[in-house]
């Protein structure tokens, strides 16, 4: 009987902390994505972006989650601050041009000057000309994004190095 009213009373205190902890990230006061519970500006630390509005994160204005459902992120729609094309939502060809998401097609019927300037941040990232891609080593333009010229592949480190065994990816053969 003891054992009983001892089961009972646990199912209660799990029934009375299930209802209010109905996220699990209520339990430790930080969220992973948008949408996810937060109490203070502090539970929304680990998304980028975001700012916590009536109790859920949030992204912040030119900021939109990168999918609809599950754990999202704030991605950045045209205007929006950003350091890689990573960081802009992938819509309308936007891309992270002079730390800004921006049509790509958009910036290069541009000024003709500006748009010279432009050099891209990662190997996949949009391009036109090779210059596009001057700045990451051993990259050209192939089919409007920088990838690694002829005997180089992208290794681990996300760059291009000589093709041996040790830097092949499926893309490239050795």
């Not at 009373?9 to 006061?29: E, H, M, Q, T």
């Not at 109490?39 to 030119?62: A, I, P, Y």
């Not at 432009?118 to 190997?123: F, Q």
Request: proline share 2%.
């Amino acid at each position: 009987m003891k054992i009983l009213v001892i089961a009972f009373g646990l199912l209660l205190v799990a029934s009375i902390l299930g209802a209010k902890f109905n996220y699990p990230d209520r339990l430790f006061g930080v969220t992973n994505g948008v949408g996810g519970y937060c109490d203070r500006q502090r539970g929304c630390e680990n998304v980028r972006n975001s700012e916590c509005f009536r109790g859920k994160c949030k992204c912040l204005t030119n900021y939109r989650p990168s999918r609809p459902w599950g754990e999202s992120i704030c991605k950045g729609i045209i205007s929006a601050i950003c350091e890689s094309d990573d960081d802009c939502l992938n819509l309308d060809q936007v891309s992270c041009i002079f730390n800004t998401c921006q049509n790509f097609t958009k910036f290069l019927e541009s000024d003709a000057e500006v748009t010279k300037l432009y050099r891209a941040t990662a190997l996949g990232s949009r391009c036109k000309t090779n210059e596009h891609c001057s700045n990451l080593n051993n990259s050209i333009c192939v089919a409007g994004k920088c990838d690694c010229i002829d005997g180089y592949g992208i290794s681990f480190l996300a760059s291009c190095e000589p093709l041996d065994r040790r830097f092949c990816r499926y893309r490239k053969r050795c």
